[in-house]
């Protein structure tokens, strides 16, 4: 019965994990939305890249690397949806093309996977630039559009 109540409370759920593709990852909650998720780093094509992955309490399954190996593979989509957004200070900050050179100047640095793994649920992708790591370009996806922008 003690274990069933325990189970019921998540005491008996771990803090953190070792996923055998995103790697050691921390349970953690936003507080704000009263969600659990799954902090992390994974290296991806040589690069670190931070998570959130909202699964809940259960470990991300097999859905949630598929969404990840996924949306690095279509960062193009990303790029050209978000073009409204900033194309304009893009152009003028590097003095080059926005759709050609966007991912020679900058690289991922995180993702956020989003409940479910539906990408009409929101979630977020960031970016930072090469030469200056302060200088970052969040892409903020809602219904599976990109819904706005933010350069930092």
């Not at 598929?66 to 152009?91: A, Q």
Request: charge should be negative; aromatic fraction near 16%; hydrophobic fraction near 40%.
């Amino acid at each position: 019965m003690l274990k069933e109540i325990k189970d019921l409370l998540g005491i008996n759920k771990p803090k953190n994990i070792f996923h055998p593709f995103f790697g050691k990852l921390n349970l953690a909650k936003n507080e704000s939305h009263n969600q659990w998720f799954w902090n992390g780093v994974v290296t991806f094509e040589g690069q670190s890249i931070a998570l959130r992955i909202y699964s809940g309490k259960e470990e991300p399954s097999e859905k949630y690397v598929n969404f990840f190996t996924n949306t690095m593979k279509n960062l193009d989509w990303l790029i050209k949806e978000s073009s409204p957004f900033v194309k304009h200070s893009f152009e003028i900050w590097t003095n080059k093309a926005y759709f050609e050179y966007f991912l020679d100047e900058f690289k991922c640095v995180s993702l956020d996977i989003p409940v479910e793994c539906n990408a009409e649920n929101n979630w977020q992708i960031t970016f930072a630039r090469r030469s200056d790591e302060d200088f970052v370009f969040t892409i903020y996806v809602v219904n599976n559009k990109v819904e706005s922008t933010d350069l930092d």
